[in-house]
């Protein structure tokens, strides 16, 4: 290139760059701001976004008269949600058997309907307002790193995806009665610890494979097989020495225990802590992801599944059941994470469905606050993700929502109103109607 020509072009590239930026500036006006650190609503709030971050966050008064702004002056702005507990390459219909319909998936579903399909249901969170998904496992071999990366390089629009790989378990994984001469079908959706150096090795294949985060089985229920204690304890050093958090389904007490010992970060379900258990996770700074479903939900699955809607004090123990272990859990000082293990197919996009865990907290007597710090900071803070999003400050991205309504007097209704989305400065959802 010639040096004129070459100035001519630095001259109206640094111009379409200074426009660029320009256009990319954006304020938004905020009835109200919840502060997901602070745990607290602040009133008529502006955030200054430049591309897909915030730049600052104030008053009114920071917004200068020619600024483009988004007016939600009528509306309370949260950032976007985090469901910390989902499988968006996995579905099923309630009738399904889990075991049966996995098997089902890894031979007759390839890998390249299930991505696609996947991608229509991660799509689907970023309608609600969840920006960020931490997807723990039940998704092949790495279908989950190829779809976070493809929303990542905007090949196509969704959440955040935060990650796993294949679930690292014991002999069989969660699925069920498959006979020994097909073993092998297993590792296609999990990954099968056999000793304490191969549960080393597991982890460095998926920091290999560049997983956001480890997850295990430390109980396979119904399966009767489980990890020991010394390989929990072999992945979490190895995940640790790699920056990576692990985090652990449990679903009876014995393997939480197990767990926590071993040093996980986070008990996914935990269905049947004990008290004891619920202390020593506070002490050890553990976090735990509640993963039961509302009333709504149990009415709707059970239609779906063809059972006796008639008879329902099964439904009335478990629901009684979870609100006591979620309020002993509180009451002990265990960090509450929200995530809703959605992936039975309800009829509706899956992140409307997903949205009932808030619905499940409400119901077990949390207060609005509390349930979205789980949903935003404190979820974001087990990521050791808690600068960049779940919060609305500077340096964050700008992941930023708006719903419609009264958030402390009428929680469920309003979260149900999303009426702005923006995921990276981008903004997906503009319904103001
Ligand atoms: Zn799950």
């Known amino acids: 290139m010639q040096k004129n020509s070459f100035l001519t072009f630095l001259f109206v590239f640094c111009g379409l760059s200074i426009l660029l930026a320009q256009q990319k500036e954006v304020y938004i006006k905020a009835g109200f701001l919840y502060d997901s650190e602070e745990n607290t609503l602040l009133k008529n709030q502006s955030i200054h976004i430049e591309g897909n971050k915030i730049i600052a966050v104030g008053g009114f008064n920071l917004i200068p008269a020619d600024a483009k702004v988004i007016d939600l002056s009528e509306y309370t702005v949260l950032p976007g949600l985090i469901d910390a507990h989902t499988h968006v390459l996995f579905s ?6 889990f075991s049966e319909h996995s098997i089902h998936s890894l031979t007759m579903e390839s890998d390249a309907l299930r991505t696609l399909r ?7 969170y970023l309608d609600v307002g969840i920006t960020s998904i931490k997807d723990l496992g039940n998704s092949g071999l790495y279908l989950d790193v190829a779809l976070r990366d493809a929303i990542n390089e905007g090949t196509i629009e969704g959440p955040r995806i935060f990650a796993s790989g294949p679930i690292l378990a014991a002999i069989g994984g969660q699925m069920y009665g498959v006979s020994p001469k097909h073993q092998d079908l297993i590792d296609l959706e999990y990954r099968i610890i056999k000793t304490v150096e191969d549960a ?10 560049q997983v956001d985060l480890i997850k295990i089985c430390a109980d396979n229920i119904p399966n009767n097989t489980r990890l020991t204690i010394e390989e929990i304890k072999a992945i979490v050093e190895t ?21 926590i010992k071993a040093g996980v970060d986070g008990i996914e379900h935990g269905f049947n802590l004990a008290d004891s258990t619920l202390v020593l996770m506070a002490k050890n700074k553990v976090f735990l992801v509640p993963t039961e479903n509302s009333s709504n939900y149990m009415d709707t699955y059970n239609k779906l599944a063809g059972y006796d809607t008639e008879n329902t004090d099964w439904v009335k123990q478990y629901l009684s059941k979870m609100k006591s272990r979620l309020q002993r ?12 293990d ?8 899956r992140g409307n469905s997903s949205k009932d865990m808030l619905r499940t907290y409400f119901e077990s007597d949390m207060k609005p606050l509390n349930i979205l710090r789980s949903a935003t900071y404190l979820s974001a803070l087990h990521l050791n993700k808690e600068t960049k999003i779940g ?13 419609k309504g009264n958030l402390l007097n009428d929680f469920l209704h309003t979260m149900e109103n999303v009426i702005f989305v923006m995921k990276d400065g981008e903004t997906y959802i503009e319904n103001f109607n």
Do not use: C, F
Request: charged share 15%.
């Open 391 to 403: 919060v609305i400050k500077p340096n964050a991205y700008a992941d930023i929502i708006a719903v």
């Open 329 to 340: 859990a509180i009451a002990n000082g265990v960090t509450i994470v929200a995530g809703s």
């Open 118 to 124: 996947g991608a229509k249901r991660a799509k689907s």
């Open 200 to 209: 080393k090795n597991a982890v460095r294949e998926h920091q290999n494979q």
């Open 342 to 349: 959605n992936y039975t197919a309800l009829g509706m996009p």
């Open 239 to 259: 995940a640790h020495s790699y920056n990576l958090t692990v985090t652990a389904h449990s679903t009876n007490n014995q393997s939480a225990w197990n767990a």
């Open 92 to 97: 099923q219909e309630a009738k399904d058997d």
